[in-house]
């Protein structure tokens, strides 16, 4: 959201608001994991399409395999 309100700058109306946030590419942020980007479009809102699998080793979660597609496909 502090991104989305940093594209909009001085124009903080709703319509600005949601077309901001309606065009986010390839936007990595500092809390996702290393090659985990948002992107949204007008007929895409769900910005997290992407994913890392995790394991518990009884201490810390250990990150294994590649980002893949969260998408199914």
Known sequence: MAEVLKMCGDNLTRENVMKQAASLHNLQLPLMLPGI?????????????????????????????????????
């Open 37 to 73: 980007t948002l992107n949204t479009s007008a007929n895409d809102f769900d910005p997290i399409k992407q994913m890392q699998l995790q394991k518990f080793d009884g201490t810390t979660w250990q990150l294994f395999g590649d980002v893949m597609s969260g998408s199914g496909t």
